[in-house]
């Protein structure tokens, strides 16, 4: 599972985080959202991101087909999908999913794309369990993200 401490919001100001942003903007699906999500895919595998395929509850994601956060991988990571990329900042991006599983896209990122750590999303009253699932919706470039908000 990935770790709180090591997840960021994506500020999502490069060419996917552009292309990221014009698929969350669409609040329904439409014909033109099934364009745009058509053109994210096809950016993701211009730029070499990889496919990876779990649960949910593994990646932390919640969100839906679009939403993405930047992990920075372990310098000691020696198992899984992300053992390859140990001490490096990956964009993992919600591209598809069914009933029991879920594809991402993940690719190594400049830090220049890093926003805030999800821990500090964390309330001062909350227990130490944090899931930070919940305030996903609060991340940079969702529509429920406020610039003036400098808590939650």
Not at 79 to 98: C, I, T, W
Request: glycine share 6%.
């Amino acid at each position: 599972m990935i770790e709180v401490e090591n997840m960021f919001e994506d500020l999502r100001s490069d060419e996917i985080g552009r292309a990221i942003c014009s698929l969350r903007e669409s609040p329904n699906w439409n014909a033109a959202k099934h364009m745009l999500k058509d053109d994210l895919y096809a950016k993701l595998i211009e730029h070499q991101y990889v496919k990876s395929v779990s649960t949910r509850a593994r990646f932390r994601m919640l969100g839906g087909v679009g939403f993405s956060y930047l992990y920075l991988v372990p310098p000691n990571k020696k198992r899984g999908p992300f053992k390859d990329y140990a001490g490096k900042l990956l964009r993992l991006v919600y591209v598809a999913s069914a009933k029991d599983y879920l594809e991402i896209r993940l690719g190594v990122v400049d830090p220049s794309q890093i926003g805030r750590s999800f821990l500090s999303m964390k309330p001062a009253q909350s227990t130490e369990d944090f899931d930070p699932r919940g305030y996903y919706r609060f991340a940079f470039g969702e529509r429920s993200y406020d610039v003036n908000r400098t808590h939650i």
